[in-house]
Nanobody, 128 residues
Framework: QVQLVESGGGLVQAGGSLRLSCAAS????????MGWFRQAPGKEREFVSV????????RYADSVKGRFTISRDNAKNTVYLQMSSLNSEDTAVYYC?????????????????????WGQGTQVTVSS
């Protein structure tokens, strides 16, 4: 079983940047594609980004494309989400998640139901 712990959230002004980290413990981090999701108050949890096991493939939600960058360090069992040009619509609790689904020619896992393990979330608040 994989345990995931997010960190790096906080309060930031609009236009600013933050980097989220997600540390994984448990066997074989490289068995999992890693994703980031977010949930704003009163809204459903939504896909933000995913990275394949080897970092060869990444995908982003249209709303963050060009502003967020996902990466992973398999030696440190950690996945990152670098967020820039933040705006108020990015305010949410951000969750990292691990999926046993791999990226393929059909794409990468993007649905909540594709993911097996979840972190507890970290709050990101963007002030305008």
């Amino acid at each position: 079983q994989v345990q995931l712990v997010e960190s790096g959230g906080g309060l930031v002004q609009a236009g600013g940047s933050l980097r989220l980290s997600c540390a994984a413990s448990g066997p074989t981090f490289t068995n999992y594609a890693m994703g980031w999701f977010r949930q704003a108050p009163g809204k459903e949890r939504e896909f933000v980004s995913v990275i394949s096991r080897s970092s060869s493939s990444t995908r982003y939600a249209d709303s963050v494309k060009g502003r967020f960058t996902i990466s992973r360090d398999n030696a440190k069992n950690t996945v990152y989400l670098q967020m820039s040009s933040l705006n108020s619509e990015d305010t949410a609790v951000y969750y990292c998640a691990a999926s046993t689904w791999s990226c393929s020619g059909y794409g990468c896992p993007r649905s909540l139901y594709d993911y097996d393990y979840w972190g507890q979330g970290t709050q990101v608040t963007v002030s305008s």
